[in-house]
């Protein structure tokens, strides 16, 4: 996905597996979780 992008996965079954592949790894302080705070941040950078 594309930086300043806002994904949802969901309607997954109780016993599925998501699997993620990634060019870098995971750093939790660069995820935004609150969508009016990611709706802000995209304002901004436009």
Known sequence: MPPITWG?????SSDAVL????S???EADDYVRD???F???KKAAT
């Open 39 to 41: 709706v802000a941040l």
């Open 35 to 37: 969508y009016v705070r």
């Open 24 to 26: 870098h790894h995971y």
């Open 19 to 22: 699997l993620v592949f990634a």
């Open 8 to 12: 949802i996965q969901y309607k997954y």
